[in-house]
């Protein structure tokens, strides 16, 4: 059974305080651009750059990132990746990037949209954004801005939902059920 770890009312503070860090950190919010990972980390920069706006009273570039091809396991898998849309709609060069993805597991998805990302320019400073950090890195990488810290073990999977895909905005943690040996 499902275990909710951030209702709506949470998942709304989470991005509000990440939309001020972000701010703080980069004293405002003129030399940045947000860049949502495919699919989820999309809704999040967009939430996200909503709240920096109504804050700062100025716009903010947001992007749409995918990773598709960029993954190092595209050739391990016997499934064809799913490509989605790609739209960075300003020059990244000498900006700081913030990438956004809703969970950051083992870090992997993140190389690969740094990579994907460097196609594209030569940002001042790329940036991380989530909103849920669940542990288990296998790359050094680290995210800037954590909406919540959840510890997991690897039989357990966190699930984001959105308003945006007709569910209610939620996080949850589902605990896979381990196979019996004999």
């Known amino acids: ?29 003129d030399n940045i651009c947000l860049v949502g990972i495919q699919q989820g980390g999309v809704l999040l920069a967009r939430r996200i750059a909503s709240i920096v706006e109504s804050i700062e009273d100025k716009s903010v570039d947001v992007g749409i990132l995918d990773i ?19 739209d960075i709609p300003c020059s990244i060069n000498d900006k700081t990037v913030v990438l956004v993805d809703d969970v950051l597991f083992t870090g992997r998805s993140i190389r690969a949209a740094m990579d994907a990302l460097i196609d594209f320019g030569r940002p001042a400073q790329i940036q991380l954004a989530v909103l849920i950090d669940r542990g288990h890195r296998q790359l050094p990488i680290r995210p800037d801005y954590v909406g919540k810290n959840i510890p997991t073990s690897f039989n357990e999977r966190i699930e984001v ?22």
Do not use: C, W
């Open 1 to 29: 059974m499902p275990k909710i770890l951030l209702d709506s009312k949470e998942v709304k503070r989470a991005l509000i305080r990440v939309a001020h860090e972000i701010i703080e950190r980069n004293k405002g919010i």
């Open 68 to 86: 598709s091809f960029y993954r190092d396991d595209i050739n391990q898998t016997l499934k064809q990746p799913v490509v989605k849309q790609t």
């Open 161 to 182: 939902e959105f308003e945006e895909e007709n569910k209610q905005d939620r996080v949850t943690l589902i605990t896979r059920k381990k196979k019996k040996t004999d």
